[in-house]
T-cell receptor
Framework: ETGVTQSPTHLIKTRGQQVTLRCSSQ?????VSWYQQALGQGPQFIFQ???????GRGNFPPRFSGLQFPNYSSELNVNALELDDSALYLC??????????FGSGTRLTVV | AQSVSQHNHHVILSEAASLELGCNYS??????LFWYVQYPGQHLQLLLK??????LVKGIKGFEAEFIKSKFSFNLRKPSVQWSDTAEYFC????????????FGSGTKLNVKP
């Protein structure tokens, strides 16, 4: 059982559509990061939020955007979906110390 | 950009065999090192981590890892694997520039035959 909750667990979208994925961080964790895990690969860093501001970004285009709310929950938005966006999207929260917790992920399929 | 290499993509062992999974990273500065395990259909779980101190780190479920700074390596070991260890294992690194940004290896799938 993880303290990080992601929704939905599975999602199917059509190419060109937009999607919003949600993450509820573990209590007390003020930093959230999002990762994309394509099939057969390790998770790749998308971006990170700390106290509602983006605090680091990986090599992903601007159509990947995010939000962090005052309660430290977070959203990942992807516009103009492409087939290659099909992946498991992971949220991880931390307290900027030693605690890192990953959620179970949202499996996105783009058709 | 930093990189993490896991050279074994797929390992098949029989129960009670010893396990060693390789992990090498490219960053020359201060790092934190992690091993995560992902059981089929489940979330990433932390096996062990190294921040500083004794380079031999013991984790959960009988796993351990050794940090060898001169070799930029953090290999995962277990003396005797069980069928329940069948999973995918990921090595990950964070650096002094951002200790919350993980660089993951591509993973090693371990299949333990009963």
């Amino acid at each position: 059982e993880t303290g990080v909750t992601q929704s939905p667990t599975h999602l199917i979208k059509t190419r060109g559509q937009q999607v919003t994925l949600r993450c509820s961080s573990q209590s007390g964790h003020n930093t959230v990061s999002w990762y994309q895990q394509a099939l057969g690969q390790g998770p790749q860093f998308i971006f990170q939020y700390y106290r509602e501001e983006e605090n680091g970004r990986g090599n992903f285009p601007p159509r990947f955007s995010g939000l962090q709310f005052p309660n430290y929950s977070s959203e990942l938005n992807v516009n103009a979906l492409e087939l290659d966006d099909s992946a498991l999207y992971l949220c991880a929260s931390s307290d900027r110390g030693e605690g890192y917790t990953f959620g179970s992920g949202t499996r996105l399929t783009v058709v | 950009a930093q990189s993490v290499s896991q050279h074994n993509h797929h390992v098949i062992l029989s129960e009670a065999a010893s396990l060693e999974l390789g992990c090498n990273y490219s960053y020359g500065g201060t790092v934190n090192l992690f091993w995560y395990v992902q059981y089929p259909g489940q979330h990433l779980q932390l096996l062990l981590k190294y921040f500083s101190g004794d380079p031999l780190v013991k984790g959960i479920k009988g796993f351990e890892a050794e940090f060898i700074k001169s070799k930029f390596s953090f290999n995962l070991r277990k003396p005797s694997v069980q069928w329940s260890d069948t999973a995918e294992y990921f090595c990950a690194v964070t650096t002094e520039y951002n200790f919350n940004k993980f660089y993951f290896g591509s993973g090693t799938k371990l299949n333990v035959k009963p």
